[in-house]
């Protein structure tokens, strides 16, 4: 199957990255730079997607940071399943558009962007074709969705 995702809304993308990358210990870190006991919630934390279009390195993908959960600017500002959110905090795209700009912070964050808008985003950008796997280099991992959850996820959406 196609892993380009353009066809698919990405908050159900996002779930199957977290799921994906369930087993990465995103521990929150301490003033101090040690370890704390808290382990980010789960439903707050997904990779950054990797975009269909390649960047100025042609071995690496435009790529954007979505969150969502009661200590990020979203709406509402819970702890939801992705594709409950109406709006997203998004950070540090590799590729700043006039799409998303009227939610910039001016330092690199995106605040409370509309889902319509965040999705207009991404299909502009080549739809998402995976999950940055290797922050350093910039490689990543396509999401591997069945033909069933594909067509699933396309109607929730």
């Known amino acids: 199957m196609n892993t380009k995702t353009s066809r698919i809304p990405f908050p159900f993308y996002l779930t199957r990255a977290r799921e994906i990358t369930n087993g990465i210990d995103y521990t929150r870190r301490t003033?101090?730079?040690r370890?704390?006991?808290?382990r980010v919630v789960g439903m707050s934390q997904a990779p950054s997607i990797a975009l269909g279009t390649v960047g100025v390195d042609k071995?690496?993908?435009h790529s954007i940071s979505i969150q969502a959960s009661k200590t990020h600017y979203c709406e509402p500002r819970k702890n939801l399943e992705y594709w409950m959110y109406d709006s997203f905090e998004c950070g540090f795209p590799t590729r700043r558009d006039q799409i998303i700009e009227p939610y910039s912070d001016g330092g690199g964050v995106y605040l409370r962007v509309p889902r319509a808008v965040l999705q207009a985003?991404?299909?502009?950008m080549g739809g998402i074709v995976g999950y940055i796997s290797n922050y350093r280099t910039g490689d990543f991992?396509?999401?591997p969705l069945t033909h069933q959850e594909a067509t699933m996820y396309?109607?929730?959406?």
């Open 141 to 143: 991992s396509p999401i």
């Open 121 to 124: 985003y991404i299909d502009k």
């Open 31 to 33: 003033a101090d730079g």
């Open 154 to 157: 396309a109607l929730k959406g």
């Open 59 to 61: 071995n690496r993908h």
């Open 35 to 38: 370890g704390s006991s808290e």
